[in-house]
Nanobody, 129 residues
Framework: QVQLVESGGGLVQAGGSLRLSCTAS??????????MGWFRQAPGKEREFVAA????????NFADSVKGRFTISRDVAKNTVYLQMNSLKPEDTAVYYC????????????????????WGQGTQVTVSS
């Protein structure tokens, strides 16, 4: 059973920064071989795509609403994927979820939930105005 664990959420003022981390636990799961994504869900709204990175890190995708403010990266040695969030806005307030594709070495960074097979429990990000 693959388990993804997010961390790094919290309360921050508008204009501030946070870095979210996603690591895998449970059976051996090397995140480096899989496309990884971040999604978020604000209260009363559908879950939406935020960012994704291909297994090779050669492809990244971002939602228009975060482009230029968020970056996604991976640390192979630490088996961790990061979402660096800068210039945060109150509308970025949401629960952020990490997701992993189960198809190894697919050089693609998907924007759609159904493209991901493993999900974390989420971490709350709250941006105050």
């Amino acid at each position: 059973q693959v388990q993804l664990v997010e961390s790094g959420g919290g309360l921050v003022q508008a204009g501030g920064s946070l870095r979210l981390s996603c690591t895998a636990s449970g059976r051996t799961f090397s995140t480096y071989a899989y496309a990884m994504g971040w999604f978020r869900q604000a209260p009363g709204k559908e879950r939406e795509f935020v960012a994704a990175i291909s297994w090779s890190a050669s492809i990244t995708n971002f939602a228009d609403s975060v482009k230029g403010r968020f970056t996604i990266s991976r640390d192979v040695a630490k088996n961790t994927v990061y979402l660096q969030m800068n210039s945060l806005k109150p509308e970025d307030t949401a629960v952020y979820y990490c997701a992993a594709d189960s198809n190894a070495y697919r050089n693609y960074a998907g924007r759609i939930e159904s493209e991901y097979d493993y999900w974390g429990q989420g971490t709350q990000v709250t941006v105050s105005s």
